[in-house]
């Protein structure tokens, strides 16, 4: 049973591009969870989806971000006209089910770089 | 707003010793609350979890103990190895809310 798989683990963007982050959950879950991680520093989280519905935006930047979760293939992350500041890992978690002790597995993260 | 507050920020210890990295939460909503460990250039993996309605837990050489008066929680790590270097993040969630601490950088020395 593989793990949560992201692709790219490595992307290089020039200002102003746009990037594309895909997350596959492990086989089975149905919610996905991303975060945005920067050089030291803790996980913050961006946005919940379940499949085709977005859950919890509240974390995620109002412009030129977005996320969707379609009924077939992986999740996207998607974030227009990019900026320096954006260079980040981008972690994908899925989990099984909602409520209480649902575990999230990660995945290893795409590592975005602005240049 | 930090929800979760982790310390310390980095922390060394000798190969054998204890290490102890200590979290306080703000939510008393929160109702489940795990560690991760993350290594350099991977995703966070789960290590521990513990619910409020019990103190402690204890998976071989790491134990989580939770003070819910004082909504605090600890990770321990005895007999701490070279090869748990890494860094360790704990969280607090609710449903499907899970908010993060900053992370603590653990260097076990040989």
């Known amino acids: 049973n593989a793990g949560v798989m992201q692709n790219p683990r490595h992307l290089v963007r020039r200002r102003g591009q746009e990037a594309r982050l895909r997350c596959s959950p492990m086989?089975?879950?149905?919610?996905v969870y991303w975060y945005r991680q920067l050089p030291e520093e803790g996980l913050k989280f961006m946005v919940y989806?379940?499949?085709?519905?977005?859950?919890?935006e509240s974390g995620m930047p109002k412009e030129r971000f977005s996320a969707e979760f379609p009924k077939e293939g992986p999740s996207i992350l998607r974030i227009q006209q990019v900026v320096r500041g954006d260079s980040a890992a981008y972690f994908c978690?899925?989990?099984?089910?909602?409520?209480?002790?649902?575990?999230?597995?990660f995945g290893p993260g795409t590592r975005l770089t602005v240049l | 707003q930090q929800q979760v507050k982790q310390s310390p920020q980095s922390l060394i210890v000798q190969k054998g010793g204890i290490s102890i990295i200590n979290c306080a939460y703000e939510?008393?909503?929160?109702?489940?609350f795990p560690w991760y460990q993350q290594f350099p250039g991977k995703g966070p993996a789960l290590l521990i979890a513990?619910?409020?309605?019990?103190s402690e837990k204890k998976e071989g050489r790491f134990t989580i103990s939770f003070n819910k008066s004082a909504k605090q929680f600890s990770l321990h790590i005895m007999d701490s190895q070279p090869g748990d270097s890494a860094t360790y993040f704990c969280?607090?969630?609710?449903?499907?809310?899970?908010?993060f601490g900053a992370g603590t950088r653990l260097t076990v020395k040989p």
């Open positions: 978690a899925s989990s099984q089910t909602s409520g209480t002790n649902n575990e999230q597995f």
């Open positions: 969280a607090a969630s609710m449903r499907n809310d899970m908010r």
């Open positions: 086989k089975g879950h149905s919610h």
């Open positions: 939510n008393t909503a929160f109702d489940y």
């Open positions: 513990i619910r409020p309605d019990v």
């Open positions: 989806l379940q499949k085709e519905n977005i859950i919890d």
